[in-house]
């Protein structure tokens, strides 16, 4: 799993569009994020892990709308062995936001003191920050607390998807590592962002 959210440089790298600096990326939907993983494991020659429908893994051949209707992510399956870029799943995301077996207890990812290792609403002057700024938790994995929503692969309840660590605006209790919230596949919002995560071969 990548040690920091997915930032504005990485995005243009692969999208072309976005600023490129170290800033989170944010406003990105779900479905932006599948078809981001897609991209870059492509580019960078390793097979891609999400397929929708029976129309294969590039994202230029899957049907126009394929990212407008919520219930379309039904239609979007994982490749679990594939060693391409893909969103944590639920699980993976809180096993590495507590540390792993590193793990102290923490309530937030890293510390019991937020302000330590998260950006939320007593800190961030209600603005998202660079990534890394903060103290990484027992991985050195940073701002798995606050900064920014994390979009993770799992359904939440019909087609909602889960999200998981607060973000800059959150009030402490949204930050720690064991609460779920959700959001619709479609939507993209400033608080919204993602971490990538692959398997080695």
Request: hydrophobic share 30%.
């Amino acid at each position: 799993m990548d040690k920091y959210e997915l930032t504005n440089a990485a995005w243009n790298a692969v999208m072309g569009s976005g600023g490129g600096d170290n800033y989170p990326h944010a406003s990105v939907s779900w479905f932006g994020a599948i078809e981001y993983c897609n991209r870059r494991s492509t580019m960078e020659d390793l097979p891609p892990c999400y397929s929708y429908l029976n129309y294969g893994t590039n994202p230029d051949d899957w049907p126009a709308g394929w990212n407008t209707s919520d219930d379309n992510s039904l239609n979007v399956s994982c490749d679990w062995n594939a060693t391409g870029y893909r969103l944590p799943s639920e699980a993976e995301w809180e096993y590495a936001a507590r540390g792993g077996l590193q793990t102290h207890g923490y309530t937030y990812s890293g510390s019991n003191d937020l302000s330590l290792v998260g950006w939320c609403w007593s800190n961030s002057g209600n603005f998202p920050h660079p990534v890394g700024q903060l103290a990484p938790n027992e991985l050195g994995t940073y701002d798995m607390s606050g900064n920014l929503w994390e979009c993770c692969w799992d359904i939440y309840s019909d087609s909602y998807r889960v999200i998981r660590g607060g973000y800059f605006s959150s009030v402490s209790s949204y930050c720690t590592v064991w609460v779920r919230n959700a959001v619709y596949p479609t939507v993209s919002d400033v608080s919204l962002g993602f971490r990538i995560c692959r398997v080695y071969p």
